[in-house]
């Protein structure tokens, strides 16, 4: 199993960023899957998911209005288009599936800075 997230970088507040992540060793289709964060000194938090078949979307509190979660069972990727960023959106950003696999990506950074 292998998840590859791409998209991160620095960014104003207010930005947009779109992350992607590439999935294989699994069947995509058949698993919820989800994006998570982890920003410096803390633990790392959940921050969107995304139903199987139906693509039914569930955001955290902190992101609703602002992220967008999508994938495409077709390629096996997972997307977060991420919009009206803030300062506190900076973390490391991660894929996995539900339930998660004990392997993880390397993640991509999103900074989000002036």
């Known amino acids: 199993v292998q998840f590859v997230e791409s998209g991160g970088g620095l960014v104003q507040p207010g930005g947009s960023l779109r992350l992607s992540c590439a999935t294989s060793g699994f069947t995509f289709s058949s698993y919820v899957m989800i994006w998570y964060r982890q920003a410096p000194g803390k633990e790392r938090e959940w921050v969107a998911h995304i139903t199987s078949t139906s693509g039914r979307p569930t955001y955290a509190d902190s992101v609703k209005g602002r992220f967008s979660i999508s994938r495409d069972n077709a390629a096996n990727t997972v997307t977060l288009q991420m919009n009206s960023l803030k300062p506190e959106d900076t973390a490391v950003y991660y894929c996995?599936?539900?339930?998660?696999?004990?392997?993880w990506g390397q993640g991509t950074r999103v900074t989000v800075s002036s």
């Open positions: 996995n599936a539900f339930p998660p696999f004990g392997s």
